[in-house]
């Protein structure tokens, strides 16, 4: 049976794994602790899901509570994927901000994943990559 909590004080190791596991660790700084552990103590609305003591996935967000949230990260373990932990991970996000616009940018891989769950992709993102700066 899989729970789910709320809160950011994780084991910095555990969540690594996770990332890595899912695959989002491919796009993510895994390699640089201080950079994964600042990630994870300024999200202020990080969900986690466990099977038993194990940590089987992490949606990480950065919210103002009642107008936006950007849910930076959704990850679930490889061997726990299509089991609905990511949906319901998403859905967790949703109740802690009702009044918030959920926003996300998705990993290649799970491009096709948002719309089966009901998200409506957004045709006007802008980003700045590290490094990048406006002209």
């Known amino acids: ?7 950011n004080d994780l084991d910095l190791d555990e969540m690594i794994e996770v ?10 700084p895994v390699d640089d602790r201080d950079r994964m552990r600042a990630m994870l103590e300024q999200a202020n609305l990080v969900i986690t899901a466990w099977d038993g003591e ?15 949230t950007y849910l930076s990260d959704l990850a679930v373990r490889a061997e726990y994927q299509g089991q609905g932990i990511g949906k319901q991970l998403i859905q967790l996000t949703r109740e802690a901000t009702p009044q918030a616009l959920v926003t ?15 998200m409506t992709r957004h045709p006007s ?3 700045l990559w590290p490094g990048e700066k406006p002209v």
């Open 54 to 68: 194990t940590m089987v996935g992490i949606s990480r967000s950065v919210t103002d509570w009642v107008f936006c």
């Open 125 to 127: 993102a802008w980003v």
């Open 104 to 118: 996300l940018l998705s990993a290649p891989k799970a491009v096709d994943y948002y719309p089966k769950i009901g």
């Open 1 to 7: 049976m899989i729970t789910y909590r709320t809160g």
């Open 19 to 28: 990332y890595i596991d899912s695959t989002l660790g491919e796009r993510r």
